[in-house]
């Protein structure tokens, strides 16, 4: 099945610091989300992105699907940013298959 | 407008009981899907449905498990007997969209 990684798999910041979250896939993929976890395990979703580039406040991604990677970017962090993050990637029908995440710890 | 719901919120059984977790998923979508979440091995998909038709459940741990979907707005996932390995945090999730999913709060179960 298909391979999904994500790094790095821990991360601590100070707060206001900016951080870039990588994550790659071994096959071609029809579309891919990225997820927060929050410390009370809501998973919440931040990004629908099969391709290109998305933004949303502080939190951007981009997917480049024909080089099998994905990255989501968060500027000036907050300590409400801290959790752990998912990218989760549909091959075909409707499975996801979920990455191992990034722990994002943003200290004050 | 209404997330996913599921119920319980938490569920403390102990071994051998039937545990029956419930899931509502967001009015007009099709599509729902049952996961399980544990350190050990992340997020796996149990089973998902189509228009409340299963499609997949490759990720059925065994026969203990078992997931029905009667209609477009209610689901359940039941383990029949429970066992301490079971003890995870399921969550529910539904979509209209291919590989756009919404999930649930999830239930985090404890077996003794």
């Known amino acids: 099945g298909i391979q999904v990684e994500q790094s790095p798999p821990d991360l601590i910041l100070q707060e206001g610091a900016n951080s870039t979250l990588r994550c790659n896939f071994s096959?071609?993929?029809?579309?891919l989300q990225w997820f927060h976890q929050n410390p009370w395990g809501q998973l919440i979703n931040l990004f629908y992105?099969?391709?290109g580039t998305k933004q949303n406040g502080r939190l951007s991604a981009t997917t480049v699907a024909t080089e099998r990677y994905s990255l989501l970017y968060i500027s000036s962090s907050q300590t409400t940013d801290s959790g752990v993050y998912f990218c989760?990637?549909?091959?075909?029908?409707?499975?996801?298959?979920f990455g191992t995440g990034t722990s994002l710890t943003v200290i004050p | 407008d209404a997330g996913v719901i599921q119920s319980p919120r938490h569920e403390v059984t102990e071994m051998g009981q039937e545990v029956t977790l419930r899931c509502k998923p967001i009015?007009?979508?099709?599509?729902l899907f049952w996961y399980r979440q544990t350190m050990m091995r992340g997020l796996e998909l149990l089973i998902y449905?189509?228009?409340?038709?299963?499609?997949?459940d490759s990720g059925m741990p065994e026969d203990r498990f078992s997931a029905k979907m009667p209609n477009a707005s209610f689901s359940t996932l039941k383990i029949q007997p429970s066992e301490p390995r079971d003890s995870a945090v399921y969550f529910c999730?539904?979509?209209?969209?291919?590989?756009?999913?919404?999930f649930g709060p999830g239930t985090r179960l404890t077996v003794t």
């Open positions: 999730a539904s979509s209209l969209t291919p590989g756009r999913q919404y």
């Open positions: 096959d071609s993929v029809n579309n």
């Open positions: 992105i099969p391709s």
């Open positions: 989760a990637v549909l091959v075909t029908g409707n499975q996801f298959y």
């Open positions: 009015s007009g979508h099709n599509s």
């Open positions: 449905f189509n228009n409340n038709v299963p499609i997949d």
